[in-house]
């Protein structure tokens, strides 16, 4: 997992991320991409799963928003 959706969405940075699943959509000026994770904590144990949405407007001035769903 990037370091900054662990600093942005304040995720614990000892905890293991695994990536499950990924995929883009663009619509109404917006390209987004959606990231699915798996999140296990430093014994190992699955705490939870969650999705990860990184939006960026296509249109002048480009806009960034990460957060999780």
Same mark, same amino acid.
């Given at each position: ?24 959509? #663009?619509?109404? =000026?917006?390209? /987004? ?6 999140? $296990?904590?430093?014994?190992? #144990?699955?705490? =939870?799963?969650? /999705? ?6 296509? $249109? ?10």
């Amino acid at each position: 997992m990037d370091q900054e959706y662990i600093d942005v969405l304040r995720l614990n940075p000892n905890h293991r991320f695994e990536q499950v699943s990924t995929r883009s959509e #663009n619509r109404k =000026g917006h390209d /987004t991409d959606f990231y699915e994770y798996r999140e $296990y904590d430093q014994d190992g #144990n699955l705490v =939870g799963t969650f /999705t990860i949405a990184d939006s960026m407007c296509i $249109y002048p001035p480009q806009k960034r928003t990460i957060r999780r769903l």
